[in-house]
């Protein structure tokens, strides 16, 4: 169990330093493919699926959504609940990196083009959608017969 522990610690710190990494490249003018999608810089004012609100209150409830994620998150831990705390932990961090994007530059960092039919994001945003699927997703426990 410690090892899944610290493989996982280490899996959300490395993915949270891609992100800034990433976010450092779009800032700094790079652009091009990683793999299929475009990498291009967009400067997205808005919250989720770019919806525009002014910069002060989407603050405001990003600030509010992470307090919600880090109780969930405390109370998941406290309850062994490992499903709910891996959960918040990817929407938590992907929050506050998107969080530090609005006030360090007054917008979010956005860089990963994949079509017309879907929004630019980061992976900070990815962080927060597989968090938001595992969390929707019941946890799997082996229910086998004590012998």
């Not at 410690?2 to 610690?9: G, H, M, N, P, V």
């Not at 002060?56 to 499903?83: D, E, P, Q």
């Not at 506050?96 to 960092?109: E, K, Q, T």
């Amino acid at each position: 169990m410690k090892e899944s522990r610290y493989l996982f610690i280490g899996g959300l710190m490395v993915t949270l330093v891609a992100d800034r990494w990433l976010k450092t490249l779009a800032l700094s003018g790079h652009v091009g493919r990683l793999g299929l999608t475009k990498f291009i810089l967009f400067k997205n004012p808005g919250i989720i699926f770019s919806w525009p609100v002014p910069n002060a209150a989407a603050i405001v409830l990003m600030c509010l959504a992470i307090a919600g994620v880090v109780w969930w998150g405390w109370r998941s831990w406290k309850r062994k609940n490992y499903h709910s705390l891996m959960a918040g932990s990817l929407i938590g961090l992907g929050a506050i990196s998107n969080l530090y994007d609005r006030m360090a530059h007054g917008f979010v960092i956005d860089w990963a083009y994949v079509g017309p039919w879907w929004p630019v994001m980061n992976l900070a945003d990815m962080m927060i959608m597989a968090g938001i699927v595992i969390a929707l997703r019941p946890a799997k426990i082996d229910k086998q017969p004590a012998v």
